[in-house]
């Protein structure tokens, strides 16, 4: 077995190898970016028929077996993951033969809600309210601190709205304990934000840095729905605004180079990336709050050390991916413009069963991605870019009246698909 073999090229003289702890969606997509790029790519994957089967050799062993991490970084240029469970003892392992990227420090930043919140409060990054709560009596004392609503979290494995709470009134306490209860827990109070936003930023081995234009997301029940570029103007402006359609179109384009709002989230993410030495994509949910004096401010909620969901729209509505990004970065390659391509673009999210791509890929701007899984109610299958404008040629000034389809018109007939109410053919 070759160890050591650092960010060298394998013995058969072909593309650099990438090494990637999980097998998801997010696997597939970054080999989806880097098989152009003349990359290979190896996973490490317990489960059967995961979504990177036909893009690369699959090591089939549960993450933290060594038997296993050994064969996934044999003759690899770097490793990199694809979600941010990947045991740190497992990652550290891996980084004494091959350099692992995001570096291990920012999974064990990222895996637990208390460090993480307390690694933004450090950095001075404000957070909603939040405590640590063990035992029932340190819920009580933590809802006494912090008020209601609240929002008791597991601090460890929760993810897409699993392992979470929304307490209202003190009478739901004994039932939330009793989901939850038994597990580290974090409460934290709860945040009437008036827009939930994400900061992807990406940073190279070299140093080199980038931010994408603010992401305005939408969840429901925890899971993110949908994405939109550029993110709306002040939702209280554009009440107020004749142009605005209001209802997700890109009426209201924010420049990254003048809007305060994007300058206060990268320079968030600026002191994450240093804080943590940090290399290739990191994304940072983020709470958009009134303030009293700057009219609104950003508190982090938090980070994903990788490619995340709320960058999809980066793959067709970007001048380079989030996931070619990433891999350019983990490489030490030179970064990919990170602009916006065209006038705006969406992502929708495929939950469940999803419509018939003859239906989809029909709306003007729309690009299907499917992850190749086995459709469960609300598990994620696939989801749909949508863009509009910018180019030459059809389709290309759609904003201005050429085409009069803009963007908030191909999101709403997307979403009749995706949630059923759509005029399908006979
Ligand atoms: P999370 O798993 O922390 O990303 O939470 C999933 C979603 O739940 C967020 O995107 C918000 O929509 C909502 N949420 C989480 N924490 C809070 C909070 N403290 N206050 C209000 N909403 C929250």
Same mark, same amino acid.
């Given at each position: 077995?070759?160890? =050591? *073999?650092?960010?060298?090229? &394998?013995?058969?003289? @072909?593309?650099?190898?990438?090494?990637?702890?999980?097998?998801?969606?997010?696997?597939?997509?970054?080999?989806?970016?880097?098989? &152009? %790029?003349?990359?290979?790519?190896?996973?490490?994957?317990?489960?059967?028929?995961?979504?990177?089967?036909?893009?690369?050799?699959?090591? /089939?062993?549960?993450?933290?077996?060594?038997? =296993?991490?050994?064969?996934?970084?044999?003759?690899?240029?770097?490793?990199?993951?694809?979600?941010?469970?990947?045991?740190?003892?497992?990652?550290?392992?891996?980084?004494?033969?091959?350099?692992?990227?995001?570096?291990?420090?920012?999974?064990?930043?990222? @895996?637990?809600?208390?460090? #993480?919140?307390?690694?933004? /409060?450090?950095? =001075?990054? $404000?957070?909603?309210?939040?405590?640590?709560? !063990?035992?029932?009596?340190?819920?009580?004392?933590?809802?006494?601190?912090? =008020?209601?609503?609240?929002?008791?979290?597991?601090?460890?494995?929760?993810?897409? !709205?699993?392992?979470?709470?929304?307490?209202?009134? *003190?009478?739901?306490?004994?039932?939330?304990?009793? +989901?939850?209860?038994?597990?580290? %827990?974090?409460?934290?109070?709860?945040?009437?934000?008036?827009?939930?936003?994400?900061?992807?930023?990406?940073?190279?081995?070299?140093?080199?840095?980038?931010?994408?234009?603010?992401?305005?997301?939408?969840?429901?029940?925890?899971?993110?729905?949908?994405?939109?570029?550029?993110?709306? /103007?002040?939702?209280?402006?554009?009440?107020?605004? &004749?142009?605005?359609?209001?209802?997700?179109?890109?009426?209201?384009?924010?420049? *990254?180079?003048?809007?305060?709002? @994007?300058?206060?989230?990268?320079?968030?993410?600026?002191?994450?990336?240093?804080?943590? *030495?940090?290399?290739?994509?990191?994304?940072?949910?983020?709470?958009?709050?009134?303030?009293? #004096?700057?009219?609104?401010?950003?508190?982090?909620?938090?980070?994903?050390?990788?490619?995340?969901?709320? $960058?999809?729209? +980066?793959?067709?509505?970007?001048?380079?991916?989030?996931? #070619?990004?990433?891999?350019?970065?983990?490489?030490?390659?030179?970064?990919?413009?990170?602009?916006?391509?065209?006038?705006?673009?969406?992502?929708?999210? %495929?939950?469940?069963?999803?419509?018939?791509?003859?239906?989809?890929?029909?709306?003007?701007?729309?690009?299907?991605?499917?992850?190749?899984?086995?459709?469960?109610? !609300?598990?994620?299958?696939?989801?749909?870019?949508? +863009?509009?404008?910018? $180019?030459?040629?059809?389709?290309?000034?759609?904003?201005?009246?050429?085409? &009069?389809?803009?963007?908030?018109?191909?999101?709403?007939?997307?979403?009749?698909?995706?949630?059923?109410?759509?005029?399908?053919?006979?």
């Amino acid at each position: 077995m070759v160890k =050591g *073999s650092g960010a060298g090229l &394998p013995s058969s003289g @072909q593309g650099p190898l990438v090494a990637v702890v999980g097998g998801g969606q997010l696997g597939r997509m970054l080999a989806l970016a880097g098989l &152009p %790029l003349g990359l290979r790519f190896r996973f490490l994957e317990a489960k059967a028929e995961p979504p990177v089967r036909d893009l690369g050799a699959v090591v /089939r062993t549960a993450y933290d077996d060594p038997e =296993g991490l050994d064969a996934l970084v044999h003759g690899a240029a770097v490793v990199t993951y694809e979600f941010e469970n990947v045991p740190v003892a497992a990652a550290r392992r891996l980084a004494e033969s091959t350099p692992v990227f995001p570096p291990p420090q920012a999974l064990e930043m990222a @895996q637990d809600r208390l460090t #993480e919140k307390e690694g933004f /409060r450090s950095l =001075g990054i $404000g957070t909603a309210p939040y405590r640590a709560v !063990g035992t029932r009596e340190e819920l009580d004392e933590a809802v006494r601190e912090i =008020g209601l609503p609240a929002v008791l979290k597991t601090r460890r494995m929760g993810y897409d !709205g699993k392992g979470q709470v929304v307490l209202r009134e *003190s009478s739901e306490l004994d039932s939330a304990w009793a +989901t939850l209860g038994g597990r580290p %827990l974090i409460l934290e109070g709860f945040v009437d934000f008036r827009r939930e936003l994400s900061i992807l930023a990406v940073r190279s081995r070299s140093g080199e840095t980038a931010f994408y234009p603010l992401v305005e997301n939408e969840h429901i029940d925890g899971i993110l729905v949908r994405s939109r570029v550029p993110a709306s /103007r002040d939702p209280v402006l554009a009440a107020a605004s &004749p142009e605005s359609t209001g209802d997700g179109g890109a009426d209201s384009p924010l420049s *990254s180079a003048t809007s305060p709002v @994007q300058a206060e989230a990268e320079g968030i993410a600026r002191r994450v990336l240093d804080h943590l *030495s940090y290399v290739g994509v990191l994304a940072i949910e983020l709470f958009e709050v009134p303030d009293p #004096e700057r009219g609104t401010r950003l508190l982090a909620n938090e980070m994903a050390p990788r490619v995340h969901n709320s $960058g999809h729209w +980066t793959q067709d509505g970007a001048w380079t991916s989030q996931f #070619e990004n990433h891999l350019r970065a983990v490489l030490g390659l030179p970064l990919g413009d990170t602009g916006l391509r065209g006038e705006g673009a969406a992502m929708i999210n %495929l939950l469940g069963t999803p419509p018939p791509r003859e239906e989809l890929v029909r709306v003007p701007g729309a690009h299907l991605h499917l992850y190749d899984k086995e459709p469960r109610p !609300g598990r994620k299958v696939g989801h749909v870019n949508v +863009t509009v404008g910018g $180019g030459v040629g059809p389709g290309a000034g759609a904003v201005q009246g050429a085409d &009069p389809m803009g963007l908030a018109e191909r999101v709403r007939r997307v979403r009749e698909l995706v949630e059923g109410r759509g005029e399908r053919p006979e």
